[in-house]
C-alpha cells in the first residue's frame, strides 16, 4: 500500500467512514518492499504478531544487510537466523545497526529495539544431549525474541533418564514443551508419557552413521506411541520455537481475559 492509501485510510476512520477493526483488517495484506531480490513483507507484524525473519543461506552477505536493514528502519525487532559470524562482522563493519549482537551458539544474529511483554507462562527447551544444545539454542533465541520467558534443561537424554526426573515436576507446569533429540531422538516419546501439555519434538542431525544426518530421529518422533507429541523438520529449532510461542501466547491471552 502506498503512503496515500494509508493517509485516506487514516482520514476514513478518522471521520467515522471506517471503523479501527476493519481499518486493522485492511492493513493486515499490506505492504511488502520490494529490494529487487526479496519483497519485504513489513505487515507480517500485524498479522502474526512477530516481524519476518532472515533465513540467511543461500542469500549474499549485502543481500542479508539490505533485507535487515529494511526491517530495522521499521522500529521492530529483528532476527536472522543460520547467519555465519563473517555475515555479522560485515554487518558490524557498516555502524547501522550498533545494538546487534550475534549469538555465537544459535548462528543468529539479533537486534531488539522495542521492549515486548514477556509471557507469564516458562518455555522450556529441553535437549538430550550437549550436542544437541546449538538447535536448542537457536529455538531459544527465537522464542525470546518473540516475548517469550524460556529456560534451556540440558543433556537429560534416554542414555541416562534419572537425570530428567528432577525436572518432571517443573515441565509438567509448561503449557508447551520444546524437546530436541538427535541420535535415535526417544527423549521426545518419554516426556510425552509423563507431561499434559504438547510437546514439540525437534530431531536433531546429530549420531553416527545410520541415523542418517537425523532421518532415525525423525522417523522415531513421527512413530512415537505418546500422544500430543508435534514434530518439525531435522534441526528446525526456529519452526518449533514459533509454534511454541504461539501456543502460549494463546494461553496467556485466555488467561488475561480471565482475570478481567
Do not use: W
Given at each position: ?132 544444545i546449538p538447535v536448542a539454542a537457536e529455538a531459544q ?45 526417544a527423549l521426545a516419546s518419554v516426556l510425552g508419557g ?67
Amino acid at each position: 500500500m502506498q503512503t496515500e492509501q494509508i493517509q485516506k485510510l487514516l482520514e476514513q476512520v478518522k471521520n467515522g467512514q471506517l471503523e479501527i477493526d476493519q481499518a486493522l483488517e485492511k492493513l493486515r495484506h499490506l505492504p511488502f518492499e520490494d529490494l529487487g531480490f526479496a519483497c519485504v513483507d513489513h505487515h507480517r507484524q500485524i498479522r502474526r504478531g512477530f516481524p519476518e525473519v532472515i533465513y540467511c543461506p543461500g542469500k549474499t552477505t549485502e543481500q542479508i544487510i539490505e533485507i535487515f536493514g529494511s526491517l530495522a528502519e521499521r522500529g521492530n525487532n529483528v532476527l536472522a537466523t543460520r547467519a555465519e559470524q563473517h555475515v555479522f562482522d560485515a554487518m558490524a563493519s557498516t555502524n547501522r545497526f550498533p545494538n546487534a549482537r550475534y549469538e555465537k551458539l544459535a548462528r543468529a544474529i539479533v537486534l531488539e529495539q522495542k521492549e515486548l511483554t514477556k509471557s507469564k507462562s516458562l518455555l522450556p527447551i529441553v535437549t538430550a544431549g550437549t550436542s544437541d544444545i546449538p538447535v536448542a539454542a537457536e529455538a531459544q533465541v527465537t522464542a525470546e525474541i518473540m516475548g517469550q520467558r524460556t529456560e534451556l534443561i540440558c543433556d537429560v537424554g534416554v542414555a541416562g533418564l534419572h537425570r530428567l526426573f528432577k525436572h518432571v515436576p517443573k515441565l509438567q507446569q509448561a503449557n508447551v514443551i520444546i524437546v530436541v533429540a538427535g541420535m535415535e531422538g526417544a527423549l521426545a516419546s518419554v516426556l510425552g508419557g509423563l507431561v499434559s501439555c504438547p510437546v514439540i519434538a525437534v530431531p536433531t542431525s546429530i549420531g553416527y552413521g545410520a541415523s542418517f544426518h537425523g532421518l532415525s530421529a525423525l522417523l522415531t518422533m513421527l512413530n512415537s506411541c505418546a500422544s500430543g507429541i508435534s514434530v518439525v523438520n531435522i534441526d528446525n529449532g526456529f519452526s518449533a520455537a514459533v509454534t511454541a510461542t504461539l501456543i502460549n501466547r494463546k494461553i496467556d491471552a485466555a488467561l488475561d481475559m480471565k482475570s478481567d
